[in-house]
């Protein structure tokens, strides 16, 4: 069936520096899109969130972008944080609301 | 705030036992979810209740079943366990109503850790 998948399984930036996770989706009907953090030991914790009729949201400190040409997401933090350590996954709203997740990126601040 | 209350929130069992996960949603929330999250996977969803009634089924296994209660709580049945449903078990929960044009944000309890020996 239809998936949404990430790239990369690991990401590994320097404290203060800018991340980009991405995250790429195979269902072209897919009309809403969410960034999710999960620390260890809890559960999926909703970040930002973007329609198919936008191509970019900004939030604080974080941005997603949306290219539905390539159905391609991103999700950029600005001055990454060591609080930000965690799991990013993007998911996608199907169905009666449930949510299809891709394949989780661990971000690791590096001090 | 209050937030979605599971419990237990680890439980060991053996092969062949059952279990029963509880899932206390946000006050006025009247959806949940239910998803498992294998080590080092992404959560799947299992299935989601409105008003007490099966709003989406995912891949949940036939050993299992659910349900929502009149006080909107809900229960995770496991019965005939493997070694495979080792696994972390969220529930989430929306509301109040069903989602229509705009989306109900899905808010996560802690999970509760299953093992199964």
């Known amino acids: 069936g239809e998936s949404v998948g990430l790239h990369l399984p690991t990401l590994s930036v320097q404290e203060g520096d800018n991340s980009i996770i991405n995250c790429a989706y195979s269902n072209s009907a897919s009309d809403y899109f969410i960034w999710y953090k999960q620390e260890s030991g809890k559960g999926p914790q909703f970040i930002i969130d973007i329609r198919s009729n936008m191509d970019k949201r900004q939030g604080q400190r974080v941005t997603v972008l949306l290219n539905k040409t390539v159905k391609h997401l991103s999700l950029q933090i600005a001055a990454t944080q060591p609080g930000d350590s965690a799991v990013y996954f993007c998911?996608?709203?199907?169905?009666?609301?449930?949510?299809?997740f891709g394949q989780g990126t661990r971000l690791t601040i590096n001090p | 705030a209050a937030g979605v209350i599971q419990s237990p929130r680890h439980l060991i069992k053996e092969k062949r036992e059952t279990a029963t996960l509880k899932c206390y949603p946000i006050p006025r929330h009247d959806t949940v979810y239910w998803y498992q999250q294998g080590p080092g996977q992404d959560p799947q969803f299992l299935i989601s209740?409105?008003?007490?009634?099966?709003?989406d089924k995912g891949s949940i296994p036939d050993r299992f079943s659910a349900q929502q209660f009149s006080d909107y709580h809900s229960e995770l049945n496991m019965s005939s366990l493997e070694l495979g449903d080792s696994a972390l078990y969220f529930c989430?929960?929306?509301?109040?109503?069903?989602?229509?044009?705009?989306?109900?944000?899905?808010?996560f309890g802690p999970g509760t850790r299953l093992t199964v020996l």
């Open positions: 998911a996608e709203v199907q169905g009666a609301q449930k949510l299809v």
């Open positions: 209740f409105y008003e007490k009634m099966q709003s």
């Open positions: 989430a929960s929306s509301g109040p109503g069903l989602a229509g044009v705009s989306y109900n944000e899905q808010f």
